[in-house]
């Protein structure tokens, strides 16, 4: 059994991102890509429980100061921050996109 130390919350601004993924990944491949990748993240975001510390922090500086970090899962960032014993997911984000620009809510 895990030892999970950390909550787990994934906002609801991250959850309809996942949420596009998913359909994304159903319209263009199917539903087998589309299970695969969201399980794929969810995975990954279960790591955080025990190890919140594992992924990097994020490269703005503002967020960088905020403690923000984030999780790389393939091509998608998972954005997060622990607080207490609760690690926060705000967005799950394509690398490939101008994401900075879409992490200015976090500011």
Do not use: W
Request: proline content about 5%; overall charge positive.
């Amino acid at each position: 059994m895990k030892n999970l130390k950390y909550k787990l919350r994934i906002l609801a601004p991250a959850q309809r991102e996942l949420e596009e993924i998913a359909l994304l990944h159903l319209e263009l491949v199917g539903p087998n890509s589309a299970r695969k990748i969201t399980d794929r993240i969810y995975s990954a975001l279960e790591l955080l429980q025990t190890s919140p510390n594992i992924g990097i922090s994020c490269s703005d500086k503002p967020l960088k100061l905020d403690g923000y970090r984030m999780l790389v899962c393939g091509n998608y960032l998972c954005i997060y921050r622990l607080i207490d014993d609760i690690v926060f997911v705000y967005h799950i984000v394509d690398g490939r996109m101008n994401y900075p620009r879409l992490m200015n809510d976090l500011k």
